[in-house]
């Protein structure tokens, strides 16, 4: 099947927000809701490369039943109502393409009960993940989901996102137990339950989460937490080239080693943190590796990583054994991507997130290399290897159209091999607007036709941030 | 709220199958379709207490495009088409309560593709678990996904199933990770990739696993696989009370223990396997365990557990050492039910599959258990105990309906309770015919009304094994 050609510009349609409806909210929210063109624009921008003109109102609700509130009268007149968290997404998810308002959720930020001895929290959704994390330590827990930003956990659920422990841990789609949603008549659903499993009926949390705010708008989530490890070691080590270190990580999964994290920086990106961050490491492919457990299998871990290192001509491991040096080098991670950007002033990256099965990986990641080092543009490669994902961030002057189309030549290359080799357009960023023709080509148009009618069944007038995933269903 | 009135006898009406479909069935399955009275019977029962009467006739379909075919001409008469596969239902999944056609898919048993270094394996949904494992053992893989019954991996799927093992590696949820679909109206549908993650949409994985039919009928599944573990240890530990042995596990949950099997059975099942099995255990509550990792690892483990159990009042371990050994006490697990049957002969099972936060589980055994006896049905109890998740059993003389009424009185309250702590109504038997009024107090009337929605919109007609988990929806 020949791919889908993507439109690099979403379709903007905006409609009309009546003035009775803000009139209407502005009694219940008072100064809450807001028109002002910096709050409106704000609320307007992500991180992705799109220009898309602002919502035409903010909310800042700051409960469950005000957010029921706004959404049952922007249903009434059929205006888009757009879940606002911490404005990290990559994928456009934010961007009012239909105008309409976007609810801020981050005052809703209240971790609401922790169960320590089950290993559960309760969220509002404008809780962020390091704040969460900050909460639950004292209980010996920690949760581990870590998209690089800090992403409020309500954004994390709507996107399913992973990051650097999933190869572990898991993503969100494990660890999120039960949720509280409003649905597109501005009803109060609950789905799941406390208990670690369950058979009862259609899994509606699992069908929420990742749902980009489209089937309702999740207004509390219940979390599984995991027992802070009683010994966490981290490590480096130096590789030749991208496929050593790429087949070292498929030779660590396929042993079965439970590693917590194994992240892979090409040498552009430790360029990047070695400039922003100043850690003076070897300018070469590396990765960065953290084995969490008793201190006896930690220990056998790293011999066996070791060894699998060694193997693949991986030089010594260099150990960051302090908490202190620990942080410093993930945060190190977790800068990444803003570091390269600022190594290409006034730049923007177009990334991709393609996830494979593990033992394409190697095979996906220097093919990309290849193509983009012949292509010409900057560009840098940073990868969660472990479950088989990574990014290739190009990095382009928005100035220049044919840099963009450039760059988004190379992602659709990307893109086609990982669908080729079984994999998906996205392993964590979700849709958004920029990966519609992605999807279609992934899930096939059955697929997306049984998305269509679950979104058509659950929000019949399409106010739920409409535009996102797949275009509104021809009816 | 009050608890809904449970029916126990599930609505029966019947839709007419026209001559005509059966006549264009026949021309293209020959004798593979069967209106024969003994092969409807027997498609027509499973382990659960209903009497409905059978299908009206049984398609042995041996392909996907078969079932597209059976399925969209059933879906031009709107006749019901009900999924089977091994029979083993507990819920009365596989009944015809409105009549149609039983889609038997047990010679769909063809492990299509196994991807070894991938840990991923692709397989018909008529392959038997026990089918299977034979297949992957010998690339060095399992599948740990074990309900007692040798069940089919596409009723396992449908009724999103787990077992013993769940505590470590998770239930279906966690390990399908791509299907194949037959819709409402006949079409072909993919949902998943081989990918650990995506954020490709709609999770419609998940919505398909624990949809008991009612969705789609599922014709492939890829699965994940897990590395045999280097070191496997069993053993069992004897307990006073069902309560120290359930305090037990619960602090090695807490503590953050990977243990691999963690099983409940008190002195009732243990008599009854020691009938059937001739094992000689001693007739006391007891946790059998399994540990799995390296050699280090799981000396550290059997020795924090027998700790905690020394700690709780539990005798020394007695040690399952050799592979023999191992299987003779887990069959006895997988046994118990059959077991415990044969203590009263001609009797029936009224089973729970509740499944609580794991801090409120020895207050929903033991209440549960008080109830049991005081009431003077026979009973006994086994547990997926590590998950929270727990079945008591009463054994009752299907000729006199005041037992039947008294166990369902019974069941009713360990519902009731599992609801009040913030559990399940079902971990993994599903909902079927007889959980209907449960799901509805557990999920509450507006996520029935969503699952409802979904139902409505993807199968119009409701002819996918319709009368299961919610009667038809009022239009």
Chains 1, 2 share one sequence.
Request: hydrophobic share 40%.
């Amino acid at each position: 099947m020949a791919m889908t050609p993507v439109s690099h510009q979403p379709l903007i349609t905006p409609r009309p927000v009546p003035a009775e409806l803000l009139a209407v909210l502005a009694e219940r929210l008072g100064a809450r809701l807001s028109t002002a063109w910096a709050v409106r624009e704000h609320h307007g921008r992500d991180e992705s490369p799109f220009d898309v003109p602002p919502p035409d109102a903010v909310l800042f609700c700051e409960s469950t039943e005000e957010v029921a509130f706004a959404v049952a009268q922007a249903a009434r007149w059929k205006v888009p109502v757009i879940p606002y968290g911490a404005g990290s997404s990559l994928e456009g998810h934010l961007l009012a393409v239909q105008g309409g308002l976007s609810l801020d959720l981050s005052r809703m930020n209240t971790v609401l009960q922790l169960n320590a001895e089950d290993q559960t929290v309760r969220v509002q959704p404008g809780v962020l993940r390091s704040q969460l994390n900050q909460t639950v330590k004292d209980a010996g827990l920690f949760f581990p989901i870590d998209p690089g930003a800090d992403a409020s956990i309500g954004g994390m659920t709507a996107t399913r996102a992973s990051g650097t422990n999933a190869v572990r841990y898991g993503t969100m789609r494990e660890n999120v137990l039960a949720l509280t949603v409003v649905t597109a008549s501005g009803e109060v659903i609950h789905t799941g339950t406390r208990a670690r499993k369950s058979s009862a009926g259609y899994d509606l949390t699992r069908l929420m989460v990742g749902s980009e705010g489209t089937l309702g708008v999740i207004t509390e989530i219940t979390l599984k937490l995991h027992p802070l490890p009683e010994s966490v070691a981290a490590a480096i080590c130096s590789f030749d080239d991208v496929a050593s270190a790429v087949n070292t990580t498929i030779a660590i999964i396929q042993m079965g080693v439970p590693i917590a994290r194994c992240e892979l920086l090409d040498s552009n990106a430790v360029r990047a943190v070695n400039l922003n961050d100043k850690l003076g490491l070897k300018e070469s492919p590396m990765l960065l590796m953290e084995f969490h457990g008793s201190p006896a299998s930690v220990q056998e871990q790293t011999e066996t990583v070791q060894a699998l290192a060694h193997e693949h001509g991986g030089q010594a491991f260099e150990w960051a054994t302090t908490p202190e040096a620990r942080t410093r080098l993930w945060r190190a991670r977790h800068h990444a991507y803003l570091s390269a950007l600022q190594t290409k002033p006034g730049c923007r990256a177009v990334t991709t997130d393609t996830c494979v099965p593990i033992s394409r990986l190697a095979e996906a990641v220097t093919v990309a290399e290849d193509e983009a080092r012949a292509a010409g543009l900057p560009y840098f490669i940073v990868g969660h290897v472990g479950d088989g994902n990574f990014h290739i961030a190009y990095l382009i002057d928005p100035a220049r159209p044919e840099e963009r189309e450039l760059a988004e030549r190379l992602n659709e290359g990307v893109v086609r091999r990982a669908i080729a080799m079984q994999g998906t357009c996205t392993g964590e960023h979700g849709i958004g607007l920029h990966k519609q023709g992605f999807l279609l080509e992934e899930a096939g148009a059955g697929g997306v036709a049984m998305m269509r009618a679950i979104k058509q069944a659950l929000d019949p007038d399409n106010i739920l941030n409409p535009g996102k995933i797949f275009q509104r269903p021809a009816v």
